[in-house]
């Protein structure tokens, strides 16, 4: 990494009101905190994976990051240059807006929808390429997409680039959505449940491949993905960080080993548990949480918005909110969790004896 981060997310925040429709004049709006004061950095061909229930608030903070989403507060920067600064006052900016654009680059979930159902692969991919780079011939545009085909493994190209989308299989699908991300030599593409829709069969394959064309083309990858073996594997082959979210924060973030091998907060626990392929003592039958439902995100609860389902949950959890515990001299790893810090009151403070954990039986 170096000195400057890729991209700085400092005290972000995403908030979605439902102001009611025509016929509900009467009812009162509601306010969904989607991502809540949420701080993390993406150095220079770094991995860093977002894992996290769904609904959690990932993949509103990735296309915040990317500059896809306008953040309520906070700031998101791209090397140093605030992103909705470049886009709203060009004249200030040290960095264009769309070079700020072209340079992170997304993988949508749904690989399918992404695709334009009425056009050939061929036209698709020659749409950035003619934005962005209006100086390239026909020729050199179809030499570059053909390149990138044979990279991930299409080939031969033509086969493939005559297709209309519902001609590929889920995989083939895959690699032509990574090829459009890498059209443009992007700094940083965000990787929203990018291999969700694959076969566990392919899952591997298709994450050794993205691993190789990053060190190919020095990208970085924000990866999201609500299981955590794949966060793990991806995290691990690449030297990279696990972030851990729940209810639109960051409740951990970390190295694989910390992650892994040390949790710092109950939930990061409680997904370790939840992923099968992690652990094989068959000991333990006891769900490690209180309540299964996770609450109303337009009602959080007070204090540690997880403390209704935490087993280690005590009375101060209950009126206080943690703020972040840095475990390492860089503050680049944190928890918010009481028991990360040696000195808090959380020791001292009583237990919560209702609401036992629930037996997975």
């Given at each position: 990494m170096s000195s400057e981060p890729m991209l700085s997310i400092d005290d972000v925040s995403v908030a979605f009101t439902d102001g009611g429709g025509l016929f509900d004049i009467f009812s009162d709006s509601e306010t969904v905190r989607a991502v809540n004061d949420v701080s993390l950095t993406l150095g220079e061909q770094e991995t860093l994976t977002l894992i996290g229930e769904s609904g959690c608030g990932k993949s509103t903070l990735g296309k915040t990051a990317i500059g896809a989403q306008q953040p309520t507060s906070g700031t998101v920067r791209y090397r140093g240059q605030d992103i909705w600064k470049a886009r709203n006052d060009a004249g200030s900016a040290s960095i264009p807006f769309d070079e700020i654009r072209s340079a992170l680059q997304i993988i949508h979930q749904d690989p399918g929808s992404a695709l334009n159902p009425n056009q050939r692969l061929r036209t698709s991919l020659m749409i950035p390429l003619k934005q962005w780079y209006p100086d390239l011939s026909r020729e050199e545009r179809v030499e570059r997409i053909h390149t990138l085909f044979e990279q991930v493994g299409m080939s031969p190209p033509d086969d493939y680039l005559n297709r209309y989308p519902h001609q590929l299989s889920g995989g083939e699908t895959q690699r032509a959505v990574l090829v459009r991300a890498l059209l443009l030599?992007?700094?940083?593409?965000?990787?929203?449940?990018?291999?969700?829709?694959?076969?566990?069969?392919?899952?591997?394959?298709?994450?050794?491949?993205?691993?190789?064309?990053?060190?190919?083309?020095?990208?970085?990858?924000?990866?999201?993905?609500?299981?955590?073996s794949n966060a793990r594997y991806i995290a691990e082959k690449s030297g990279g960080r696990i972030a851990v979210m729940y209810l639109g924060e960051i409740v951990e973030i970390g190295s694989v080993d910390e992650i892994m091998e040390n949790p710092q907060h109950p939930y990061t626990k409680a997904l370790q548990w939840a992923t099968a392929n992690l652990y094989d003592d068959g000991g333990d039958a006891t769900f490690p949480l209180r309540k299964i439902d996770v609450p109303d995100p337009t009602d959080l609860p007070s204090g540690c918005h997880f403390h209704p389902r935490c087993p280690e949950a005590r009375e101060v959890c209950q009126r206080q909110h943690p703020e972040r515990i840095y475990i390492d001299d860089e503050e680049t790893n944190y928890a918010r969790c009481f028991r990360a810090d040696e000195q808090h009151e959380y020791w001292n403070s009583p237990e919560i004896t209702s609401g036992s954990s629930v037996d997975s039986s």
């Open positions: 030599n992007p700094d940083v593409i965000l990787a929203d449940e990018a291999i969700s829709a694959l076969d566990v069969s392919l899952r591997v394959e298709m994450m050794d491949l993205m691993l190789e064309l990053q060190e190919l083309f020095q990208t970085s990858y924000l990866f999201i993905s609500h299981d955590l």
